[in-house]
């Protein structure tokens, strides 16, 4: 999911319009709808107050519902430190595989 349908996503979702959310930013709605087709991306001060206005971090409005609790979070997290006290060699044949599928979504 891209910021923009997250944003749009999450603002439906909490009752927000765009004028109410432009209001909130001072921006002006166009702007919100710039941000909402993904023509434009807010700063990070204006990421905090879209984030403030919708009650959810920014991390949830940037990213997405990428619950750090989940299993897999966990699992990654926890193969990652055992990736971690791998000899240097292994470590960079483990990067070399992942780094495609991370970088990918850049």
């Known amino acids: 999911m891209t910021f923009g349908e997250r944003l749009v996503s999450l603002r439906k979702e909490k009752g927000v319009s765009q004028k109410d959310l432009a209001i909130a930013i001072g921006k002006d709605p166009t702007q919100v709808r710039r941000y909402e087709k993904n023509k ?28 750090p609790d989940s299993d897999l979070c966990k699992s990654l997290k926890e193969n990652f430190n055992k990736i971690m006290l791998l000899p ?19």
């Open 40 to 67: 434009s991306e807010p700063t990070a001060t204006i990421a905090l107050v879209i984030a403030k206005k919708l009650d959810v971090t920014v991390e949830e409005l940037i990213l997405g519902d990428n619950n």
């Open 88 to 106: 240097e060699n292994k470590q960079r044949s483990i990067l070399d595989i992942i780094e495609p599928f991370v970088n990918q979504n850049k």
